[in-house]
T-cell receptor, first 111, second 115 residues
């Protein structure tokens, strides 16, 4: 089991560019999440999904879009990157009412 | 919305000693879940311990134990016999099972174990 994997691990974007972060899990979990982590703060939820084909907004969704076309994958998109989106992004997955398993994170820098 | 507060930004402890990290939370729910996650320099988030609010017994996992005070909305983590490998950021988290497992994290406590 690879658990939760994230691609890429690092990325540098220029303001206005777009990109997609890929999260994959092989644990057959229904729930998947995208968080961002900024210095001095805990993780904040961007978007989440409770099953294939479903997505919902979290605490800080502005500037991001997501898709869950397959149960094992959860994509996070930035259509027009801004410096305020410089952060470390974590994906997580879980079964219902169980702890979340996290990926290794993606460090994104927007210049 | 639920909030989680960790009032200790940084702590240190001597190797082999015991340290307690504090966490308080705010909720109107009666049933929920609480977690402590560890984030070492590798950045990987690792589950340390989990507590269900309906259970009165405090959870333990080897050297890690919690003091769960539901009425006070307090959930502290005790690390016994601290080891150098315990050096990490520790995050307290609250999960609401009635809101799609919405999980809220505290800002974290940076723990340093000194040799």
């Amino acid at each position: 089991n690879a658990g939760v994997t994230q691609t890429p691990k690092f990325r540098v974007l220029k303001t206005g560019q777009s990109m997609t972060l890929l999260c994959a899990q092989d644990m057959n979990h229904e729930y998947m999440y995208w968080y961002r982590q900024d210095p001095g703060m805990g993780l904040r939820l961007i978007h989440y999904s409770v099953g294939e084909g479903t997505t919902a907004k979290g605490e800080v969704p502005d500037g991001y879009n997501v898709s869950r076309l397959k149960k094992q994958n959860f994509l996070l998109g930035l259509e027009s990157a801004a410096p305020s989106q410089t952060s470390v992004y974590f994906c997580a997955s879980s079964r219902d009412n169980y702890e979340q398993y996290f990926g290794p994170g993606t460090r994104l820098t927007v210049t | 919305a639920q909030t989680v507060t960790q009032s200790q930004p940084e702590m240190s402890v001597q190797e082999a000693e015991t340290v307690t990290l504090s966490c308080t939370y705010d909720t109107s729910e009666n049933n929920y879940y609480l977690f402590w996650y560890k984030q070492p320099p590798s950045r990987q988030m690792i589950l340390v311990i989990r507590q269900e609010a309906y259970k009165q017994q405090n959870a333990t996992e080897n050297r890690f134990s919690v003091n769960f005070q539901k009425a006070a909305k307090s959930f502290s983590l005790k690390i016994s016999d601290s080891q150098l490998g315990d050096t990490a950021m520790y995050f307290c988290a609250f999960m609401n099972p009635y809101n799609n497992n919405d999980m809220r994290f505290g800002a974290g406590t940076r723990l340093t174990v000194k040799p």
